[in-house]
């Protein structure tokens, strides 16, 4: 069965620090990867993803995650962390399959300090 | 311009009450979610629609009736609320057989007194 696993529900950085989120899936079939972001009451951003062709992909401000198949890994990453980048990230995947739909990681909190 | 909709935002009720939460989308995309959003912040499908033809159906309880009147909108009526169901629940659109992610509402916090 396809799942997510997101390690570590709490994630505290330094502002300016390297900002590394864990990500990682199961699946029998060529997965699509996506990191989305929740701000406080808020709805869900996308931040990147990744479908086919490059394996790091860039996303919105300043994010970027690398697809390594042989790890089944999908980890996001930031060079320097900023105080308004705290907030719950979810990792998700999905596969071109009918009858599916996105299935998200528990989410990691991200907490910047300064 | 938002592309994707839902009212209200705030939905307090008592338990056994009956009620709504609407959504709409304008990016023109063919397939609908819901999802439900605990109170540690998981996020689980429960329902799909395809062009209105409903292809996803998770084990949720038979109150929740989703209803697709058109590939625009998605609603989603809850009957004989019960405390359990205070969550947020989020709807979302996508295109199926262009892949490119979720597109998400801002959310429906339900809180059942």
């Known amino acids: 069965a396809q799942s997510v696993t997101q390690l570590g529900s709490h994630v505290s950085v330094s502002e300016g620090a390297l900002v590394l989120l864990r990500c990682n899936y199961s699946s029998s079939v060529p997965p699509y990867l996506f990191w989305y972001v929740q701000y406080p009451n808020q709805g869900l951003q996308l931040l990147l993803k990744?479908?086919?062709?490059?394996?790091l992909v860039k996303g919105i401000n300043g994010f970027e995650a690398e697809f390594k198949k042989s790890e089944t890994s999908f980890h996001l990453t930031k060079p320097s962390a900023h105080m308004s980048d705290a907030a719950e990230y979810f990792c998700a995947v999905s596969f071109n399959q009918a009858g599916t739909a996105l299935i998200f990681g528990k989410g990691t909190t991200l907490s910047v300090s300064s | 311009d938002t592309a994707v909709s839902q009212t209200p935002k705030y939905l307090v009720t008592q338990m056994g009450n009956d009620k709504s939460i609407k959504c709409e989308q304008n990016l023109g995309h063919d397939t609908m979610y819901w999802y439900k959003q605990d109170s540690k912040k998981f996020l689980k499908i429960m329902f799909s629609y395809n062009n209105k033809e409903l292809i996803i159906n998770e084990t949720v309880p038979n109150r929740f009736s989703p209803k697709s009147p058109d590939k625009a909108h998605l609603n989603l009526h809850i009957n004989s609320l019960e405390l359990g169901d205070s969550a947020v629940y989020f709807c979302?659109?996508?295109?199926?057989?262009?892949?490119?992610?979720?597109?998400f509402g801002s959310g429906t916090r339900l809180t059942v007194v």
């Open positions: 979302a659109s996508s295109q199926r057989r262009q892949f490119y992610g979720y597109t």
């Open positions: 990744y479908t086919t062709g490059a394996t």
